[in-house]
């Protein structure tokens, strides 16, 4: 059974950093684009970051460029992504998701396989 499984979201203070954590397990991811998206309440789902099947390339939301990072270890089929200087804005339940594509894109229609989500929330 494939899953990929979120963890190391909770409740920071504007300014505040936090490192979420995307386990996969069931396959291998090694030849997928990996991607964070988030959702806030009553919003639609928005993308956040991706990243390349090796780590080589990356691609960000315009809101999140230069506070977000997101990285893979490629022996852990885990991917990352660490948040600073958060902000209120910030707050949503994120997603990671897998494509089967060497290179991500912002659009979560090319991405197939989905955690649960783990909520961030940021107060001001």
Do not use: H
Not at 73 to 102: G, I, W
Request: include cysteine.
């Amino acid at each position: 059974q494939v899953r990929l499984v979120e963890s190391g979201g909770g409740l920071v203070q504007a300014g505040g950093s936090l490192r979420l954590s995307c386990a996969a397990s069931g396959r291998t991811f090694s030849t997928y684009a990996m991607g964070w998206f988030r959702q806030a309440p009553g919003k639609e789902r928005e993308f956040v970051a991706t990243i390349s099947w090796n780590g080589g390339s990356t691609l960000y939301a315009d809101s999140v460029k230069g506070r977000f990072t997101i990285s893979r270890d490629a022996a852990k089929n885990t991917v990352y992504l660490q948040m600073n200087s958060l902000k209120p804005e910030d707050t949503a339940v994120y997603y990671c998701a897998a494509a089967p594509r060497p290179i991500g894109s912002r659009w979560y229609e090319e991405y197939n396989y989905w955690g649960q989500g783990t909520q961030v929330t940021v107060s001001s």
